[in-house]
């Protein structure tokens, strides 16, 4: 017979307020796998983690460890219990060594109760060594990469003898060779015979790396199954309850005279030499690697950061250096890649987020008319699909991805004429994926230049129809929509085009 999983949840119940954000939700984790769990914006992933985590009491059901009931009070409960969790960004004390943010609190001592820092240094290194990556444990936390902080972090939970890792869409900042890298330390984790219950909204790596899929659906269990012998459209009717039509609904559209001007934009020791024209109906996409300079090229054409060379045009009107109000009056919207950081008021109701930028549309005879903002931040939040219980609850009760929309929704109902967009479907499920891209067609179809950020080739190459590259601060390619693939972005992108 089978042992007994090494967790599992029966009957999970969990409600904040009206919403049922888990009901009747069951599951085990054997050990040796790699168990993802999948679900649209909103589904309950998060939430299920939180309580395995000890950070949100369950209302009802039971969490077994080795087939044994146990009640997690607290985070260090679930840490006592051998389940570690592993947060997007993880926070590690910055001034502290990797080896000292291992062994926090625990460090082995001498005879006099000093640190015994050799120790601490060995045993970082031990268990680096465990999971096959090369990482100096005597470096400071400070400047650590996301990619390097999750490791040290994964490195921390093996130290801690966890043998449930859980990941909560581990991979959304990474690069594509980080994501290779992490992917191999589960391996090494899994052959070691841990289990790990994994999060993300993509598909390939749900299907490159687990055994085992459980979708959730509005709170509920839809299917617990084997990767094996699903298709990727099995898996997205699971989630999103019907198949999905296009995932990249690109209009043909008239492409009409130059909107945004960039040229010659430096900003010392971050990108240099930039130019670019974007035209109406046109959408640009901008690839590169994580760190090329893509979204500071962004944040310089907006003003939030100042430029030290160049210039940059709306509609043939010059903007004025490092200012953004000046640059939103021209028409120019720009939705930031760290949405949750620079774009939102968590303790703010989501009716007033997607109102705030558009203070000046809604204003009349100097008041400000709650009664349009209200209507079209309805509008907003129904066209993007935002799963909420009241427009007037706080931001910061919404999933991650449902955050996410809101800021789209913000800046799209400023009506730009210029639209920037960093990372528009990081953290949002597939199908409303689809959803944002359709809308970005139809701005363009309507005469909006449009230039999208992105990390996702197989996004870049379905929606642009002019591919710009970046390599170290530098633009190193531009590639009409029919010659653009895989390769050829990637080519630019690593620098080995000419
Ligand atoms: N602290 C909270 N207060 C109120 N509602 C909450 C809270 N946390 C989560 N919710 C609600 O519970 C539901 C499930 O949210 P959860 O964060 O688990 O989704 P998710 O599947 O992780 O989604 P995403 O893919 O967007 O991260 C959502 O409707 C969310 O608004
Ligand atoms: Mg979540």
């Known amino acids: 017979m089978r042992e007994p999983p090494v967790l599992a949840v029966e009957g999970l119940d969990k409600s904040?307020?009206?919403?049922?954000a888990l009901h009747g939700v069951s599951?085990?984790?054997?050990a040796g796998e790699a168990h993802a769990l999948a679900g649209e914006n909103g589904a309950g992933k998060?939430?299920?983690?939180?309580?395995?985590?000890?950070?949100?009491?369950?209302?009802?059901?039971?969490?077994?460890?080795?087939?044994?009931?146990?009640?997690?009070?607290?985070?260090?409960?679930?840490?006592?219990?051998?389940?570690?969790?592993?947060?997007?960004?993880?926070?590690?004390?910055?001034?502290?060594?990797?080896?000292?943010?291992?062994?926090?609190?625990?460090?082995?001592?001498?005879?006099?109760?000093?640190?015994?820092?050799?120790?601490?240094?060995?045993?970082?290194?031990?268990?680096?060594?465990?999971?096959?990556v090369d990482l100096d444990p005597e470096q400071p936390a400070r400047g650590l990469s996301i990619a390097d902080q999750q490791i040290v972090e994964i490195a921390k939970a093996l130290s801690f003898d966890a043998r449930v890792l859980i990941m909560d869409e581990p991979t959304a900042a990474l690069t594509g060779s980080e994501v290779a890298r992490l992917f191999a330390v589960v391996r090494t984790l899994r052959e070691q015979?841990?289990?790990?219950?994994?999060?993300?909204?993509?598909?390939?790596?749900?299907?490159?790396?687990?055994?085992?899929?459980?979708?959730?659906?509005?709170?509920?269990?839809?299917?617990?199954?084997?990767?094996?012998?699903?298709?990727?459209?099995?898996?997205?009717?699971?989630?999103?309850?019907?198949?999905?039509?296009?995932?990249?609904?690109?209009?043909?559209?008239?492409?009409?005279?130059?909107?945004?001007?960039?040229?010659?934009?430096?900003?010392?020791?971050?990108?240099?030499?930039?130019?670019?024209?974007?035209?109406?109906?046109?959408?640009?996409?901008?690839?590169?690697?994580?760190?090329?300079?893509?979204?500071?090229?962004?944040?310089?054409?907006?003003?939030?950061?100042r430029r030290d060379a160049g210039t940059v045009e709306v509609d043939g009107r010059a903007l004025v250096n490092g200012a953004p109000s000046a640059a939103m009056a021209a028409g120019l919207a720009l939705v930031p890649e760290d949405r949750r950081a620079q774009g939102l008021v968590m303790g703010m109701s989501i009716e007033r987020n997607i109102g705030l930028t558009g203070l000046r549309t809604t204003a009349r005879a100097g008041l400000m008319d709650r009664r349009a903002e209200r209507s079209r931040s309805l509008?907003?939040?129904?066209?993007?699909?935002?799963?909420?219980?009241?427009?007037?609850?706080?931001?910061?009760?919404?999933?991650?991805?449902?955050?996410?929309?809101?800021?789209?929704?913000?800046?799209?109902?400023?009506?730009?004429?210029?639209?920037?967009?960093?990372?528009?479907?990081?953290?949002?499920?597939?199908?409303?994926?689809?959803?944002?891209?359709?809308?970005?067609?139809?701005?363009?179809?309507?005469?909006?230049?449009?230039?999208?950020?992105?990390?996702?080739?197989?996004?870049?190459?379905?929606m642009a129809d002019r591919v710009l590259v970046m390599h170290e601060g530098r633009l190193t390619a531009e590639i009409p929509r029919t010659e653009a693939t895989e390769e050829s972005v990637m080519a630019a992108a690593t620098g080995r085009a000419a």
Request: one cysteine or more.
């Open 193 to 305: 015979g841990s289990a790990i219950l994994f999060i993300s909204h993509r598909l390939e790596e749900i299907f490159g790396l687990c055994q085992r899929v459980t979708t959730l659906r509005d709170g509920a269990l839809i299917a617990s199954e084997p990767v094996e012998g699903l298709t990727e459209d099995d898996l997205v009717r699971r989630m999103v309850g019907r198949d999905l039509d296009e995932l990249y609904p690109k209009q043909a559209t008239d492409i009409g005279a130059v909107a945004l001007s960039v040229r010659r934009l430096t900003r010392e020791g971050v990108f240099t030499d930039v130019s670019f024209d974007v035209r109406r109906g046109e959408i640009v996409g901008l690839a590169g690697l994580v760190g090329a300079g893509r979204s500071e090229v962004a944040r310089a054409v907006f003003g939030i950061d």
């Open 16 to 20: 904040f307020g009206a919403v049922r």
């Open 379 to 462: 509008d907003w939040a129904v066209k993007l699909q935002v799963k909420y219980a009241r427009i007037a609850d706080a931001v910061g009760t919404l999933s991650g991805g449902n955050q996410q929309k809101v800021v789209l929704a913000k800046w799209l109902a400023t009506g730009p004429r210029v639209l920037i967009v960093d990372e528009p479907t990081r953290g949002i499920d597939v199908g409303t994926k689809a959803e944002v891209h359709r809308l970005l067609s139809g701005l363009a179809a309507d005469g909006v230049a449009v230039l999208m950020i992105s990390s996702d080739l197989p996004e870049i190459l379905g």
């Open 46 to 132: 998060s939430t299920l983690i939180k309580t395995l985590a000890g950070v949100h009491r369950p209302d009802a059901g039971t969490v077994l460890i080795d087939g044994e009931p146990v009640t997690l009070h607290g985070p260090a409960d679930a840490r006592d219990a051998g389940i570690a969790v592993i947060y997007q960004e993880p926070t590690l004390f910055p001034d502290l060594s990797v080896a000292e943010n291992i062994f926090m609190g625990r460090q082995p001592r001498r005879s006099l109760g000093r640190i015994d820092h050799k120790a601490v240094k060995a045993a970082a290194a031990a268990l680096f060594a465990r999971l096959g």
């Open 27 to 30: 599951l085990q984790l054997h």
